[in-house]
């Protein structure tokens, strides 16, 4: 791929907390339109990763480049224009419990903007509509079960109208028939805008639906990178342990024996 069709280019990032070094030397491109998942078992450092796309947080070697911006050089005024283009459903989902659902999604709208509110009303109903919560505009949080606060989560993330969307965990925790739901939005949504993705997940079922391709990490590094196809053949033995869910003993086991073939030499 030419360098510069990448919307989202990670090079040679690594970062610690503390002295705890966190990824390791991860290059990643995505191109435009892409849906490219990060799939891995929980602490492998999806979610750290996630963050320093969001130039949330700054590697201690390496660059992110958002349409060929530098974010880990970018003034703080760059770095506000790159994020107005992403949106973000972070894990919890983070809606504000004292206000409805349409005050949530007109936030981003009211804070960063300077639209008429009748207008903003209508983009609110439009990104409610756009992932099915038509009418639920009034309702709190509270009211409403784990899968609509996530959409509503995903309404909010639209609200401007971002180029690159970012996702962690959308399914988690939810049952697998709303967990289907979900994915199938992330479908429509990639169907119907010209948006980047990047889905985290643990999820093989939802990893394969909506990728185009995945990038598989394993503790702080990427182990495989592909399409679903290119990854369910990867020899690599941890893409293949989480594939097949294989627990830890077992690997540590076979790697144990793998060890001692190879002691006599
Ligand atoms: N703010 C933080 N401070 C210290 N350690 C952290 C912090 N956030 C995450 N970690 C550690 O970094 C590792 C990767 O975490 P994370 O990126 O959340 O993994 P994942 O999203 O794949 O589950 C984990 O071992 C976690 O404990
Ligand atoms: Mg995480």
Redesign the pocket.
């Known amino acids: 791929m030419d360098a510069t069709d990448a919307v989202i280019r990670i090079e040679g990032l690594t970062t610690h907390?503390g002295t705890r070094r966190?990824l390791n030397n991860i290059n990643l491109q995505v191109r435009a339109r892409e849906t490219l998942v990060l799939l891995?078992a929980?602490?492998?450092?999806?979610?750290?990763l996630l963050r320093h796309i969001l130039a949330l947080e700054r590697p201690t070697e390496g660059h992110v480049f958002i349409n060929g911006i530098d974010t880990c050089r970018a003034s703080e005024e760059e770095l506000n224009r790159v994020r107005r283009r992403m949106g973000v459903l972070f894990q919890s989902g983070a809606l504000f419990g004292s206000m409805t659902l349409a005050d949530n999604v007109a936030l981003p709208l009211r804070e960063l903007t300077k639209l008429e509110e009748s207008t903003i009303q209508i983009m609110v109903r439009m990104k409610l509509d756009l992932v099915g919560l038509t009418g639920f505009g009034d309702y709190m949080p509270a009211q409403l079960s784990g899968g609509m606060r996530k959409r509503a989560g995903l309404a909010r993330a639209l609200a401007m109208d971002p180029e690159i969307l970012l996702f962690d965990e959308p399914s988690a925790g939810l049952d697998p028939i709303t967990a289907a739901g979900i994915d199938a939005l992330i479908l429509n949504l990639k169907k119907t805008f010209p948006l980047t993705m990047v889905v985290?997940t643990h999820e093989l079922v939802s990893a394969f639906q909506i990728a185009d391709r995945i990038a598989m990490l394993h503790e702080g590094e990427v182990i495989a990178l592909g399409t679903v196809e290119e990854i369910k053949q990867a020899s690599h033995p941890r893409v293949q342990q989480f594939l097949n869910r294989v627990p830890e003993e077992q690997m540590r086991d076979r790697e144990a024996y793998l060890r001692s073939l190879t002691a006599g030499f």
């Open positions: 907390y966190i891995g929980s602490g492998t450092g999806k979610s750290t985290v």
